[in-house]
């Protein structure tokens, strides 16, 4: 068992509350002394009540899935004996109403774009199992309920 740990940190400093004209920035910290500035989407919360600049949960749900994969990706590919130079993934997610008409992020789909270099590639049919099994192992999207589909190219 691991255990994974974030403080968020939110302060009114002085604004009014009830109003629901407060800041809705914050701060995510993490173990290894990463500060990221956070806030709620602008999508839902207009600014400048929301800091458009600074990742909402939304958005690092999406990075989170598709920084798993990734990971996943490579670990395999490596065992596999393929060298990968590059990844990257455009990934998007999709607010919805889901089964229970409730507002949640319903799609996750990512779209990687993988160099490799040496002397053994994979095949188109490779890479799409390769895919699959990253889809597998990767304890985010072993995680969640929404659906995480992988558009690779």
Same mark, same amino acid.
């Given at each position: $068992? ?27 910290? @993490? ?6 500035? !956070?806030?709620?989407?602008? !999508? /839902? ?8 600049? /600074?990742?909402?949960? %939304? ?10 994969? $990734? ?16 990844? %990257?993934?455009?990934? @998007? ?27 053994? $590639? ?13 889809? %597998? ?17």
């Amino acid at each position: $068992m691991h255990r994974y740990e974030a403080k968020i940190t939110w302060n009114r400093n002085g604004a009014a509350f009830t109003d629901r004209k407060y800041s809705r920035g914050h701060e995510w910290a @993490f173990d290894g002394g990463v500060k990221v500035p !956070a806030s709620s989407s602008p !999508a /839902a919360v207009r600014p400048p009540f929301s800091i458009a600049e /600074a990742v909402d949960p %939304e958005e690092a749900l999406v990075a989170a899935a598709s920084s798993c994969h $990734m990971l996943s990706f490579l670990w395999l590919a490596a065992k596999q004996g393929l060298v990968v130079d590059s990844y %990257e993934d455009k990934a @998007f997610g999709v607010m919805d109403k889901n089964e229970k008409g409730k507002e949640a992020i319903t799609r996750i789909t990512l779209r990687p774009k993988i160099q490799f270099s040496g002397e053994k $590639m994979p095949s188109p049919s490779e890479l799409d199992a390769l895919h699959h099994a990253a889809h %597998e192992e990767c304890y985010i999207a072993n995680s969640i309920k929404s659906e995480v589909v992988v558009e690779a190219g």
